[in-house]
């Protein structure tokens, strides 16, 4: 199977978006690279991460890259096929840090755009729920939602996930 240079892998929390965005790249061949974004700050957190690593099994070259996905990617050749998982806690990790949203944004696009491997993004789908009661998850809401409607702009392929089944929301299911 063939994957498009980018393809964005769009859901709910829980929708199984992460087992299909795996799958994708398994099946693609090359070497496999999973730059993780998440952070263990909790048991529940390293329980997670600790299922996800033990699901996806061998094979996968992991790369911890909670605040910087682009200089991850950066150097990797055609036959890498990269997962980064994911955008949802990517963003969360620099609206905490209070870093330049829109300066980090525009970083990441120029290394997707440079990168030479194709690239599989995760990311939530968070505008479907009901408005959020505090600040900082209003803002939240607008920048993910912000940062997933560019993102789907530049994807060749966008997949939405729900109850654990793909649809092609933009371009071919691979």
């Not at 996968?60 to 998982?85: F, K, N």
């Not at 194709?118 to 408005?131: D, F, L, W």
């Amino acid at each position: 199977m063939v994957l498009q240079k980018l393809t964005l892998v769009l859901g709910g929390a829980a929708s199984g978006k992460s087992d299909i965005a795996e799958s994708l790249v398994q099946k693609a061949g090359g070497r496999r690279v999973y730059v993780a974004t998440a952070q263990a700050f909790d048991a529940e957190m390293r329980d997670k991460i600790a299922r996800h690593r033990a699901t996806r099994g061998p094979g996968w070259h992991t790369i911890e890259a909670p605040h910087d996905p682009g200089s991850a990617i950066s150097g990797l050749s055609d036959g890498d096929i990269v997962l980064i998982d994911c955008a949802t806690l990517w963003l969360s990790n620099l609206l905490l840090a209070e870093a330049d949203i829109d300066a980090e944004t525009a970083r990441l696009f120029a290394a997707l755009e440079d990168c030479a491997a194709p690239v599989v993004i995760v990311s939530n789908e968070v505008g479907a729920g009901i408005v959020p009661d505090n600040a900082l998850a209003r803002r939240f809401r607008a920048v993910q939602g912000g940062f997933n409607r560019r993102l789907a702009a530049r994807a060749d392929t966008v997949i939405g996930v729900m109850a654990g089944l793909p649809f092609a929301l933009k371009g071919q299911m691979p």
